[in-house]
Structures are given as structure tokens and as C-alpha cells.
T-cell receptor
Framework: KNEVEQSPQNLTAQEGEFITINCSYS?????LHWLQQHPGGGIVSLFM???GKKKHGRLIATINIQEKHSSLHITASHPRDSAVYIC??????????????FGKGTKLSVIP | DAGVIQSPRHEVTEMGQEVTLRCKPI?????LFWYRQTMMRGLELLIY????????DSGMPEDRFSAKMPNASFSTLKIQPSEPRDSAVYFC??????????????FGPGTRLTVL
């Protein structure tokens, strides 16, 4: 079983719809990252959160550390939101360092 | 800032050939990561360096893979000999302030490797 599980794997939405992507993890962490991979392949960091909720424009990320679950929401979705969304949990790797363990990603397609 | 720079962006080679991928991290960042992305396995950490020193190379698939970081501004990932199953996108990422849970990693554009 993967240490970081995402659902759904694929998601198609109509423009304007509210979207939710879920991430569950089994590793003990103090923070979780959400990344976006554009159709061209580039990866950018969207959020790092350790508790509660963060908002950036139409994107909202929430986390429940006790339940080991995080969600990424997109309000008023737009075709330009079409991308792969990846959650990543930092896992302690010794010597005071952490390495990211990634989910398989959720491929979002927003149709005009 | 130019961000993380990787070269080449695309590489097509034949089985058995040596492949060298290059990465220049963001200036001032002291941690560098090499990742591999495939359809089947997603993103996987291969190796990472802290202050030019390899910290964890447990993700390196086998002895055919090697990585070096001779200085703070340059790293290479070498595959010798290459095999078709090495075909993937290889990403380099860097971060400053050490490898902590909250540190944002900055990814390069990736190198798409195809081994025929």
C-alpha cells in the first residue's frame, strides 16, 4: 500500500464546478505539500500546510493531522486549472532530514 | 532568478549508451534532489544532497545509476549503461534552509529520457 493515497485518479469537470481532490497518508507527518504539474510537465508548489486551511485565489487546501487527511478544493473551476495535482508528505529519513513521499496524482480536466 | 535549470530537456539514446543529466540549483539553495517520474510509479526520490554531500541514495535503482555534486551550483545524474526501462522524466529540485518538512522545493523543467 502506498504511504500517500490520492483520489480520484482522474477527474473531469465542467467549467464553473466546485472540485475536491483528496489525499490520505499513513506516514507520521507535521506538514503536507500540494503540487501542480502542468500539461507541459513543469511542477510548482501550491501549498504547504501543517494545520487548518490555506487559501490562494480559487484554491483552498485543508488538513486534518489527526485523521491524516487533506483536501484540495478549486472553486469556480476554469479550463486553465487542468493539470495533475500531487500531494506529498515529508517522511523523516534520518540525520535531521526529510524526504517527500508522493501520491500518484489526480489528473484534472476542466471542460469549457 | 532563473530557477532550477536542467539539461538536456529531451534525450533519446540507444540501449547500452551512457546518459548524463545535468542540474543547476537555485543560487543559495543548499539541498538538491533528483526524482524520477513514470506513469506506473509516479514521482520517486532517487537521491538527495545537502551541502553537496549525498544524504540518502536508497532510491537509486541499481549500480547503473550514479550522482555527483562537485559544487553548490552543479549536479549530474549518470546512467551507464542505459536500458529501456530507464525511460522516464527526471526532475531536479532544490530547497534552501535544509531539508525540513515545511521547506518548499523548487523543481526544474525535467529531462525526458527515452532509451530505445
Amino acid at each position: 500500500k502506498n504511504e500517500v493515497e490520492q483520489s480520484p485518479q482522474n477527474l473531469t469537470a465542467q467549467e464553473g464546478e466546485f472540485i475536491t481532490i483528496n489525499c490520505s497518508y499513513s506516514v507520521g507527518i507535521s506538514a503536507l505539500h500540494w503540487l501542480q504539474q502542468h500539461p507541459g510537465g513543469g511542477i510548482v508548489s501550491l501549498f504547504m500546510l501543517s494545520s487548518g486551511k490555506k487559501k490562494h485565489g480559487r484554491l483552498i487546501a485543508t488538513i486534518n493531522i489527526q485523521e491524516k487527511h487533506s483536501s484540495l478544493h478549486i472553486t469556480a473551476s476554469h479550463p486553465r486549472d487542468s493539470a495533475v495535482y500531487i500531494c506529498a508528505a515529508p517522511k523523516y529519513s534520518g540525520a535531521g532530514s526529510y524526504q517527500l513521499t508522493f501520491g500518484k496524482g489526480t489528473k484534472l480536466s476542466v471542460i469549457p | 532568478d532563473a530557477g532550477v535549470i536542467q539539461s538536456p530537456r529531451h534525450e533519446v539514446t540507444e540501449m547500452g549508451q551512457e546518459v548524463t543529466l545535468r542540474c543547476k540549483p537555485i543560487s543559495g539553495h543548499n539541498s538538491l534532489f533528483w526524482y524520477r517520474q513514470t506513469m506506473m510509479r509516479g514521482l520517486e526520490l532517487l537521491i538527495y544532497f545537502n551541502n553537496n554531500v549525498p544524504i540518502d541514495d536508497s532510491g537509486m535503482p541499481e549500480d547503473r545509476f550514479s550522482a555527483k555534486m562537485p559544487n553548490a551550483s552543479f549536479s549530474t545524474l549518470k546512467i551507464q549503461p542505459s536500458e529501456p526501462r530507464d525511460s522516464a522524466v527526471y526532475f531536479c529540485a532544490s530547497t534552501g534552509g535544509g531539508v525540513l518538512p515545511s521547506n518548499e522545493q523548487f523543481f526544474g523543467p525535467g529531462t525526458r529520457l527515452t532509451v530505445l
